[in-house]
C-alpha cells in the first residue's frame, strides 16, 4: 500500500494529473485564462472606450470604416463592449459564488452533522429558497433595492445557496459515521473542530466541482438580470449589451452575437474545467 | 397515499412561509407605495398621499399589514396593481397560461427527445453520436437562454423567414378555432425550442448515464439471457428505470425552468407571467411582483408533488417505501 501510494502520489497530485490529461478540461483552463486576461489587460491594448460614439450606428464588421466587430443601435464600438464587459460580470460571479458557499456551506455543514431537529429546521428553511425560481425572486430583490452592482452580487447569492447546502448535508451525512470522524471524537475534539477539520476537507471534491459549475451558472444569472435592465446603468457588461440591443438587433446580428458569445465561452470554460474536476475526483464516472 | 398527504399539508406551510418572506422582503425595500401609486403628478400632493397612505392601510404596523396580505391571499386576493389598476389575481390569471404552455412544451420537448437520444447513445457508447452529446450539453448548458432565442431568430425568422419573430398570435389573423390553434403552434416553435434545449442537451446526457448504469444491472443481463429481443430488453425493462432520473431532475428544475421562461418570454414578447414580472420590474409595482413570485413558488410546489406521484407510479420500489 505505501509503496503504491508514493508511485501514484497523493489523492490531489493524482486527480491533478487527470485533470491536465483531459484535454477538454485544459481547454477550458486556457479559454478562461485567456477570458480573464482581456479583462484585466484588452483595454491596454484595445484602448477605444465602450462608451464613446465612434460611428454611424448599426455599422456591420467589415463594414467601410467600422470597427472588427461593428457598433451598436449608438454608434458604439461592440468590440470595445465585449473587452470590458467582462469585468462586471466576472466580479458579480465571484462575489456571489463566495455568499453561496458561504450561506451554503454553513447551513449544509450544521443540518448534515447534528441532524435531528436541526436538521429539519435548516432543510425546511431552505425548501423556502429553493421554491422560489432564482431569477425572479432576484429580480425582485434588484428591482426592489437599487440596481447596483452590489445588490445585483447578493441577490445572485441569495437566490442560488440552496443546491450548495444539500450537497454540503449529503457529504456530511455520508461522511460522520466513517471511521476517521470517530475517532477524531474519540480523541475528544469538539464538534466545531470535527465539522471544518476532519469532516470539511473531505467533503471538498464534490463541493469543489460544484462551486466551479455555479461560477458559470452565477455569471448566466448576471448576464440574464443586466439583459433584463437590471445591473448597474453604468457598469457595462455583456448581458446589458445585448439587452440595449433588443429593439435594433434584427438590424445588426453583431450586436448581440459577439457579446453573447462572450458570455457563452465565459460559461464553458467553467463547464468544462467542473466536467474535468469532476473526472479527475471520480475517475469511475468518466465520460458519463 | 400517506406520504402525499403529509407532502400536501407541509407544502401549504411552505406557501406560507413563501408569502411571509417575501412580503417581508417588499416591506423593507426602500421606497413609499403611496408614493409609486400617485405618480410623478401627484407626489407633490400630500393629502392626496394621505389619502392613498389610508385606503392601502400603510400606517399600520408590520404585523397587521402582514396578517391582511396573508388573510386576503388566502381567499384568493393578492391585491391591485399600482400600474393597471387592476386586480393582481386577474392579471396573473390571463398570463399564467401562456407561460404555462410554454414551460410544458419546452420540458416535454426536452424530455422526450433526451431520453430518446440517451437511450439511443447508451447503446452505442463510442459512437461519435455518443460523444456529441456530452459536447451538446456542455454547450447547451452554456449558451445564455436570451442569446440562443436571438439567434434563433436571427437564423429561423430573419434569414429565412420559417416563423414568426415574437407575439403568441397573429392580430391580423380572423380564423375559426382550428386556425388559431394553429397560429398559436406557429409562434410557440422558436420560444420552446429556445427554452427547451437547455434541458434537451442536460436530459440526453443524463438519461445515457443512467442508461448506461441499468444496461450493466443484473436484471437486465437476466432479461437477456431469458432470451427477450434486445428491443424488449432496452425498452421495456431498462427504459423506465432510465427515466427516473430524468423525471426527478426535470421536477427539481422547474422553479430554473420558470427562471429560463421569464428571459425568453422577454425575448418572443410571449404574454406570460415573466413578462408581466420584467414590465412591473421598472414600475416597482410591489403587489404584481410579489403576486407573480407567490404563483411562480406556488407552481413549483405543486410540480414537486406531481413528480413525487409520478415517480412513485414509474418506481414500485418507492411506492412501497423501501430504501431509494
Known amino acids: 500500500m505505501a509503496v503504491a501510494r508514493s508511485e501514484l502520489g497523493s489523492p490531489g497530485r493524482q486527480a491533478l494529473r487527470m485533470f491536465l490529461r483531459n484535454r477538454a478540461a485544459v481547454f477550458g483552463l486556457v479559454l478562461l485564462s485567456g477570458i480573464v486576461l482581456m479583462t484585466l489587460f484588452g483595454s491596454f491594448f484595445y484602448d477605444q472606450d465602450p462608451t464613446r460614439i465612434m460611428a454611424r450606428p448599426l455599422q456591420g464588421p467589415g463594414e467601410d470604416g467600422a470597427p472588427a466587430f461593428g457598433t451598436d443601435y449608438l454608434g458604439r464600438d461592440v468590440l470595445a463592449g465585449v473587452v470590458n464587459g467582462g469585468s462586471t460580470s466576472l466580479t458579480v460571479a465571484l462575489v456571489a459564488v463566495f455568499l453561496v458557499v458561504v450561506i451554503g456551506v454553513t447551513i449544509g455543514a450544521l443540518a448534515g452533522y447534528y ?60 461522511l460522520k459515521n466513517l471511521e476517521f470522524v470517530k475517532a477524531a471524537r474519540a480523541i475528544g475534539a469538539s464538534d466545531f473542530r470535527i465539522i471544518w477539520r476532519v469532516i470539511f476537507p473531505n467533503a471538498l471534491p464534490p463541493l469543489i466541482v460544484s462551486i466551479t459549475l455555479i461560477m458559470g451558472a452565477a455569471i448566466l444569472f448576471e448576464s440574464g438580470l443586466a439583459f433584463l435592465g437590471l445591473s448597474d446603468p453604468n457598469a457595462q457588461s455583456w448581458g446589458q449589451m445585448i439587452g440595449l440591443n433588443r429593439q435594433t438587433f434584427l438590424n445588426g446580428w453583431w450586436t448581440v452575437t459577439f457579446p453573447g458569445l462572450a458570455i457563452f465561452s465565459t460559461v464553458l470554460s467553467f463547464s468544462l474545467i467542473g466536467d474535468g474536476l469532476q473526472d479527475a475526483f471520480n475517475p469511475k464516472l468518466r465520460g458519463r | 397515499m400517506k406520504q402525499i398527504a403529509a407532502r400536501i399539508a407541509w407544502s401549504v406551510g411552505l406557501i406560507l412561509a413563501v408569502i411571509v418572506m417575501c412580503f417581508s422582503l417588499v416591506h423593507l425595500a426602500p421606497g413609499d407605495a403611496a408614493l409609486v401609486i400617485a405618480g410623478d403628478s401627484g407626489a407633490g400632493d400630500p393629502e392626496l398621499i394621505e389619502e392613498i397612505r389610508e385606503d392601502l392601510g400603510l400606517d399600520d404596523s408590520y404585523l397587521i399589514q402582514l396578517s391582511r396580505y396573508v388573510g386576503d391571499v388566502a381567499s384568493g386576493d393578492l391585491g391591485t396593481s399600482y400600474r393597471f389598476n387592476e386586480s393582481v389575481t386577474s392579471l396573473i390569471g390571463d398570463r399564467i397560461w401562456p407561460t404555462i404552455l410554454l414551460v410544458t412544451t419546452a420540458l416535454l420537448f426536452a424530455i422526450v427527445i433526451g431520453v430518446l437520444v440517451g437511450v439511443f447513445t447508451a447503446r452505442r457508447p463510442e459512437s461519435p453520436v455518443s460523444h456529441g452529446v456530452t459536447v451538446f450539453s456542455l454547450v447547451g448548458y452554456s ?120 428571459l425568453v418570454e422577454t425575448v418572443f414578447n410571449w404574454p406570460g407571467l415573466g413578462r408581466l414580472a420584467a414590465d412591473s420590474v421598472f414600475q416597482r409595482d410591489a403587489p404584481v411582483l410579489l403576486g407573480v413570485l407567490i404563483c411562480s413558488a406556488a407552481l413549483v410546489v405543486v410540480i414537486n408533488i406531481l413528480t413525487d406521484v409520478v415517480y412513485r407510479m414509474i418506481d414500485p420500489r418507492i411506492r412501497v417505501g423501501g430504501s431509494t
Open chain 2, 143 to 262: 449558451m445564455p437562454v436570451f442569446w440562443t432565442g436571438y439567434l434563433l431568430i436571427i437564423t429561423f425568422a430573419s434569414n429565412v423567414r420559417w416563423f414568426p419573430v415574437a407575439g403568441m398570435r397573429d392580430v391580423r389573423l380572423e380564423g375559426n378555432r382550428l386556425e388559431e390553434w394553429l397560429d398559436i403552434a406557429h409562434h410557440l416553435v422558436l420560444p420552446a425550442l429556445t427554452l427547451g434545449l437547455i434541458y434537451l442537451a442536460q436530459y440526453s446526457r443524463l438519461s445515457r448515464a443512467s442508461m448506461l448504469e441499468v444496461l450493466q444491472s443484473d436484471y437486465v443481463r437476466t432479461a437477456r439471457a431469458k432470451g427477450l429481443a434486445e428491443r424488449k430488453v432496452v425498452y421495456k425493462h431498462a427504459l423506465r428505470n432510465a427515466v427516473i432520473p430524468v423525471i426527478t431532475i426535470a421536477g427539481l428544475q422547474f422553479g430554473a425552468l420558470l427562471s429560463g421562461a421569464l
Open chain 1, 115 to 174: 441532524g435531528g431537529w436541526i436538521d429539519t429546521l435548516l432543510m425546511r428553511f431552505t425548501e423556502v429558497f429553493q421554491v422560489l425560481p432564482a431569477l425572479l425572486f432576484a429580480m425582485v430583490i434588484v428591482a426592489l433595492f437599487e440596481p447596483s452592482t452590489r445588490t445585483v452580487a447578493i441577490a445572485i447569492g441569495l437566490a442560488s445557496w440552496p443546491g450548495t447546502a444539500r450537497l454540503t448535508r449529503a457529504e456530511f451525512l455520508r
